[in-house]
């Protein structure tokens, strides 16, 4: 389908990649990956037009439905089901003909708009946008809310909405989870999975690849390699390359003799326990897919916090919330060195809350946190980038925060999160999403926390970047609080699981899997709940509702009787043809010339009848999905 020969692309006098062969088929889910600025981006650029390689030819096909994206969602009073619906440009333009053909009392035009209509399931265009703004996190009050009245984040939702209704051939997908929560990335990937067409998709999340991709496309060193299987069978393969190489070899046993160590002291004694075991899964890892980290250009860890106190803090019989408006009731617990915590909650829950008012940012409305001395939180979230000097340079903020520290020693430091050479002397500026998180978790990881509370702190990080924070949080010695959508994450470097929801937080008896079956119990819940709870209409209001449903059905009907008829006609034809040709004297020489007519008439035949056939099926299935929707 999308066929790339000896493509080479250049940004300016920069080589993104070069003599890239590969093709990718009708259906294949593709997985995106390479180091930020390598090309992922230019490469979707090329394949929507907008960017021409500068040798080879990528060829695709003509007439090919191509959705993504929208990066920019400009200040819109349309509703937010109406800017998703406009993501199906077919519906929408035969929306604008039908208005047209109505105003010009055409009826033939009318009723052939009405059957294209039903074809592409139009009558069903709402529910679907619905069902789409549902999973990703919209409630259904908020579907006639103006696009202009959402946030940057949400807006991007939408426009993931928009693309997602595109009924594509293709469809590319940068970096889609971003911007949405836990819940929101296993909806979105059980759509992925369902979704008929060819896909490619940029992610730095490795269990959202694992499940979704059966080819990875690898971009490094300037080549582009294609890989059968998902991301874990990649790292596999790409692990046994770079295994070869002895300098990765001594890398690695150098930090399993690290963690075995630690396994070897601690795992007796009750404290660090979980600790210990955290190591034991941490060596299983390695063993595995290490080596295809031994090139990564981060390389950090944790300082030991040193003694802390116990607890280190504690929450009694407090509520949370914003303007008297309270989220969380009546919460009591504390965190003691080593406690290892991933949050889980649907969106709006109060995971958020509940970390910004441990970290100070936020008051309890009523209760009270008590805070231990010499406690040192490093807390990370995503308006954190916002305080950064962006005027500065990374070795400016480091200087600010250490000012005995010798520029070696800082030099020294940032290496280790990849700014380097003249790198730590730029402004902060224009760094992008990346790189500003990656500054951002330099300098809290420098000040050697105690506690931990990290509010999403992979978005923007490439997967070289969240394995090292990952490697590094393995090892970390301090307690930690983590909400995150990035479940690897939180199956590697978690001890516990709490749940926040329904204004509580308690612990959750269960993995990750277990969540997502929470979560589809809740949607079910909540349906069964809108059934019970809807009133019951009145003889006349179910009449009138029934009348509507007809006059809604109709055009379904008719497009149904109108295949049926077309159905019939073509068969009766068929028939009659095969009658004909079953005559032995057409076979005779003189008539040769008719009985390559007739021949040429059943190919014709056969063909539209087979249109019919298909038309009708369109028809029956769009009447019984509308009927059962």
Known sequence: MLNFKNISLRRGTRVLFERANFTIHQGQKVGLTGANGTGKSSLFAMILGQLTPDEGELSIPPNLEIAHVAQETPALETSAIDYVLDGDRELRRLQQALAEAEQAHDGLKVAELHEKLSVIGGYSATARASRLLNGLGFSPEQESHSVSAFSGGWRMRLNLAQALMCRSDVLLLDEPTNHLDLDAVIWLQDWLLHYPGTLLL????????????????????????????????????RAEKLAQQQSAYVRQQREIAHIQSFINRFKAKATKAKQAQSRVKSLER??????????????????APGRAPNPLLKLERASLGYDGNIILKDISFSLSPGDRIGLLGPNGAGKSTLIKVLAGQMMPLTGQLQTADGLRIGYFAQH???????????????????????????????????????????????????????????LLVYQKPNLLLLDEPTNH??????????????????????????????????????LVANEKVKPFEGDLDDYRQWLSDQKRTESNENITSAPTPSRKDQRKQEALRRQQLKPLNDALKKAEQQLEHYQ????????????PSLYEAENKQQLKQLLADKQSIDQALSKAEESWMNAAEQLEYAQND
């Open 202 to 237: 940029i992610s730095h999340d490795r269990d959202f690849l694992d499940a979704i991709a059966d080819h990875i496309l690898h971009i490094e060193h300037q080549q582009i390699t294609l890989y059968s299987g998902n991301y874990s069978a990649f790292e596999t393969l």
């Open 286 to 303: 390695m063993t595995l897919i290490a080596q295809a980290h031994v090139d990564s250009p981060f390389s950090f860890q944790f300082t």
């Open 461 to 498: 990080l490439d997967l070289e970047m969240r394995h090292a924070l990952i490697m590094a949080l393995q090892d970390y010695d301090g307690a930690m609080l983590i909400v995150s959508h990035d479940r690897h994450m939180l199956r590697s470097v978690t001890d516990q699981l709490w």
């Open 572 to 583: 009766q034809k068929q028939a009659e043809l095969e009658q004909r040709l079953s005559d």
């Open 384 to 442: 954190q980038l916002e305080q950064l000097h962006l005027d500065e340079s990374p070795l400016w903020h480091f200087q600010h925060l250490d000012k005995q520290a010798t520029e070696k020693d800082l030099r020294n430091f940032l290496g280790g999160f990849d700014f380097r050479g003249d790198k730590v002397n730029d402004p902060v500026g224009p760094f992008s999403g990346g790189e500003k998180a990656r500054l951002v978790l330099a």
